[in-house]
């Protein structure tokens, strides 16, 4: 019997472009259905959940940081990378801050576009696959409070919305404290890719971790750069 095919949703308004990459995902083994608007995107999200979803930023109708906060809010935790034609660090940060698991700028190498939808897609079934409970059911962070079992951080008293990606990149620091960690280690061990070109990835999350966590994320304390090396989690004192 023949495995299901993975379903890929392309919210994309650009014709030809949504025309190609379709037809390259289908290549690939995809099952793809396209949106050429955030309204569009948001009736066919109200079907049967997709295994992964690329997004781009700049829609018709609304933003597509917009539609994924809205995604992230409703609880879906579809893997999402984002398509941007903006390349500034701020607007990376914020993509990945309203709930994108990867991006990428155009203009693209196809090659390299699919190459992360596979490995996100590897990382998702993953996932998928019971998982040992967490040495570390909870820890205090600074201000935040972190469950690592049910997967739920608070910090003065706000819910803080971490992705499941990141509680486990969150956890592996924690289990490390003090321990400089390479940027291959952590996609080894967190993403479980191994030899995956692209180090930006594991940069972006621990952005994502500063802005989550520490007091000033410009001047960490806590996930600390550790040049030519990786990063290293100092726990507060």
Wanted: with cysteine; aromatic share 8%; glycine share 6%.
């Amino acid at each position: 019997m023949n495995e299901p095919k993975p379903r890929l949703l392309l919210v994309e308004d650009e014709d030809h472009l949504a025309a190609g990459l379709k037809l390259n995902f289908e290549l690939e083994g995809f099952e793809v259905d396209i949106a050429r608007t955030g309204r569009e995107a948001g009736s066919l999200l109200l079907q049967p959940d997709y295994d992964i979803m690329v997004l781009d930023v700049m829609l018709p109708d609304i933003s597509g940081l917009t539609l994924c906060r809205s995604i992230r809010e409703s609880g879906k935790t579809t893997p999402i990378l984002m398509l941007t034609a903006k390349a500034s660090l701020d607007d990376r940060v914020e993509g990945l801050n309203a709930g994108a698991d990867d991006y990428l700028t155009k203009p693209f190498e196809l090659e390299e576009l699919l190459a992360r939808v596979r490995s996100m897609l590897r990382r998702a079934e993953w996932e998928k696959q019971e998982e040992p409970q967490p040495s570390t059911p909870s820890i205090r962070i600074g201000s935040a409070q972190v469950d690592f079992e049910r997967h739920i951080a608070e910090r003065d008293g706000q819910t803080l919305r971490l992705t499941k990606l990141e509680f486990d990149l969150l956890l592996y620091f924690v289990e490390n404290p003090e321990r400089v960690l390479s940027r291959e280690e952590l996609q080894r061990e967190v993403w479980k890719l191994r030899d995956y070109p692209n180090r930006r990835m594991v940069d972006n999350f621990i952005m994502r971790l500063r802005r989550h966590f520490e007091k000033h994320p410009q001047s960490p304390k806590m996930f600390v750069s550790v040049r030519g090396a990786g990063y290293k989690f100092v726990p507060p004192t």
